[in-house]
């Protein structure tokens, strides 16, 4: 954290952040030009002076930070008293085939904004009431599930694209993702838990690009079809995961999470979220009771 600015302030601070990593940042070296390596490397205290330097003054102290959510607004919500906005749920991301062909229609007969989100999905914005009953007769003749019909783990679950476009992948993620989810959520039914909320992220190699590294549940791709497990990130992605298990073929995933969705049904506190559940009794002694005895 370096500081708290004002909305006027917002273009010079970024444009004094970019000449730091510009002059300062390792640019022979791609793996390494990142301003993070910067932040490691000289510390929070010189960017700061740095950056107050370029700019002319300081930034005023840190504000406290508290996150309310960690999801879009799927679905028809209130843009305003004459309008609405509809977020739609792409799962994946994969914005092709039978998907891409309803957006491109919806597009095109109704003439909306917009807006595409961190959490791959797409918002319809700037809709009249009239075109509510439109644009979900478009999305279901060309078999667009709409958000509240998706089982909840698949309406809260990212990928990254992974094999076959990145070329630091190590093994699958966006095209496997439904196929992980729904042995997932087969395991969660079974358990009684299977209309509870838990955010998943997947990544084809250890670089994290879907953010699985502060998610509920994260799997982070080793070699082909092997994964690593992470738990306990928060429902607010405001608390790192810590490495249940390692090398767990793609499938066997679901039935390694088995003994530890049933504990979380049975042990939980009321309202308390999965992840939440992982953290407070501890990502090792949930290994220690449930992995190592297995083995």
């Known amino acids: 954290v370096i500081g708290f600015i004002r909305p006027e302030h917002c273009l010079d ?6 000449s730091i990593h510009r ?5 022979s070296n ?12 000289r510390g929070v205290e010189w960017f700061r002076e740095e950056l107050s330097a370029r700019l002319g003054f300081r930034p005023d102290p840190p504000r406290p930070l508290a996150w309310e959510r960690h999801e879009d607004w799927l679905g028809w919500r209130r843009q305003d008293a004459q309008r609405w906005f509809f977020g739609l749920r792409v799962v994946s991301g994969r914005l092709a085939g039978a998907v891409l062909d309803g957006v491109a229609e919806a597009v095109e007969t109704l003439q909306p904004q917009l807006r595409i989100t961190p959490q791959q999905n797409l918002l319809f914005t ?3 009431e009239d075109a509510r009953p439109v644009l979900e007769g478009i999305l279901r003749r060309h078999g667009i599930a709409l958000p509240g019909e998706l089982p909840p783990l698949l309406r809260h679950s990212m990928a990254c694209p992974a094999l076959p476009t990145c070329g630091l992948a190590l093994t699958d993620s966006e095209r496997v993702l439904p196929d992980a989810v729904a042995s997932i959520q ?3 039914a079974a358990a009684g838990v299977g209309q509870e909320r838990i955010h998943l992220r997947m990544t084809g190699c250890p670089n994290g690009c879907a ?24 429902p607010l992605a405001t608390r790192l995961a810590q490495l249940y298990s390692h090398n767990i073929p793609l499938d066997k995933i679901g039935a390694t999470l088995r003994p530890l969705l049933r504990a979380w049904a049975a042990e939980r506190a009321a309202g308390e979220a999965f992840g939440d559940y992982c953290h ?12 190592e005895a297995a083995s």
């Not at 994260?218 to 079809?225: E, I, M, T, Y």
């Open 13 to 18: 601070v970024a444009r004094a952040a970019v």
């Open 23 to 27: 002059d300062y940042g390792d640019r």
């Open 30 to 41: 791609r793996r390494h030009a990142r301003l993070k390596y910067i932040l490691a490397e």
């Open 126 to 128: 700037g809709l009249s």
């Open 186 to 188: 087969q395991e969660a």
């Open 211 to 234: 953010r699985p590294y502060t998610a509920e549940i994260g799997l982070v791709g080793q070699s082909p079809k092997l994964y690593s497990i992470y738990l306990g990130g928060s």
């Open 280 to 291: 407070r009794v501890g990502v090792d002694a949930l290994r220690a009771r449930f992995q």
